[in-house]
């Protein structure tokens, strides 16, 4: 029969053992590349997570926006307002007036017609410019 004695033994002869070794390090590998993998599964993870919160957060604030928009649409004083600006409309009875910018001319343009006779502003395009860049 075996002893404890001769147990301890058998146990430190493997360990001592070369070839106990030879199957430990494959085995060690093996699980240290495992959790590395879980490891950077769970940063990978994380890192989306943090990404679709953001994206939360600014679907949230767009929510929000849009309900106080919806709320200032609701109000109908404002309706009739934005109505008016962006789709031209009026009320019944009332008249619109349409006020149109005038065309303004620079001194230099007055001056530069001013200095041809009345005859040549009535010949074609292509003749004004032969006497605007060559003179007479």
């Known amino acids: 029969m075996m002893t404890?004695?001769?147990?301890?033994?058998?146990?430190?002869?493997?360990?001592?053992?070369?070839?106990?070794?030879?199957?430990?390090?494959p085995i060690l590998l093996a699980l240290t590349v495992g959790i590395f993998?879980?490891?950077?599964?769970?940063?990978?993870?994380k890192g989306e997570l943090d990404k679709l919160n953001v994206e939360i957060s600014d679907l949230n604030k767009q929510k929000n926006d849009l309900n106080q928009l919806v709320d200032y649409y609701k109000n109908e004083s404002n309706l009739e307002k934005e109505a008016r600006v962006r789709l031209n409309l009026k009320k019944e009875g009332e008249k619109v007036v349409i006020i149109l910018p005038?065309?303004?001319?620079?001194?230099?343009?007055?001056?530069?017609?001013?200095?041809?006779?009345?005859?040549?502003?009535?010949?074609?395009?292509?003749?004004?410019?032969?006497y605007y860049f060559f003179g007479k």
């Open 102 to 130: 005038q065309a303004t001319s620079t001194g230099e343009n007055s001056e530069t017609l001013s200095q041809f006779p009345a005859n040549i502003l009535n010949l074609p395009n292509y003749k004004q410019w032969w």
């Open 37 to 45: 993998q879980k490891l950077y599964y769970r940063y990978e993870v």
């Open 4 to 25: 404890e004695k001769d147990n301890g033994t058998v146990y430190q002869k493997l360990l001592k053992s070369k070839i106990f070794f030879i199957f430990l390090i």
